[in-house]
């Protein structure tokens, strides 16, 4: 099969670094080499072999392939990274979740203090009433409005 042809391929061969044994691992100190061992079985003609889970660290360049045996001939090996953004969009999603119980909270938290600053005017107001110069000669405050006015307050 001439590899620049139109003619169907078959399915790419998707294999994990995890399911690929080690064969040998070399230490230098800027970095490490590590050789795995892929076996593969082709049909005939074209095929594409994905090999997924290489570290983001690897560099490119350092990724050599050989053949083994039978026939076969590599025609190109390439690297691309691909992101996987069902773990974004996971998390994206928790984010929301909290953002909303936050803006939830703040609310209830705005709410509550809309109320004690009410309270906090409403005993203010009373009690200026009660030790405001002539008080003694006014009449008292009504006790009833202060009461449904305090709670009116957690009405709201």
């Known amino acids: 099969m001439d590899p620049n042809s139109n003619e169907p391929r078959p399915a790419p061969i998707n294999l994990d670094t995890a399911g690929c044994p080690i064969d040998s691992v070399t230490v230098f100190r800027d970095r490490a080499e590590i050789t795995r061992f892929v076996n593969v079985t082709a049909q005939g003609g074209v095929q594409e072999i994905v090999i997924k ?6 560099k490119p360049e350092s990724i050599h392939v050989s053949g083994g045996s039978g026939s076969a001939t ?10 996987d953004y069902s773990i974004k969009n ?3 999603s928790q984010f929301t979740k909290q953002i909303e119980e936050f803006e939830r909270k703040l609310t209830e938290l705005n709410n509550a203090e809309t109320r004690l600053k009410a309270q906090q005017d409403m005993i203010r107001s009373y009690g200026n009433s009660i030790v405001s110069p002539g008080s003694l000669s006014k009449e008292p405050p009504n006790i009833a409005n202060l009461v449904s006015g305090f709670i009116a307050i957690f009405r709201d």
């Open 53 to 58: 889970g290489l570290p983001k660290t690897v």
């Open 74 to 83: 590599i025609l190109e090996v390439s690297y691309s990274v691909v992101y």
């Open 90 to 92: 996971e998390k994206h």
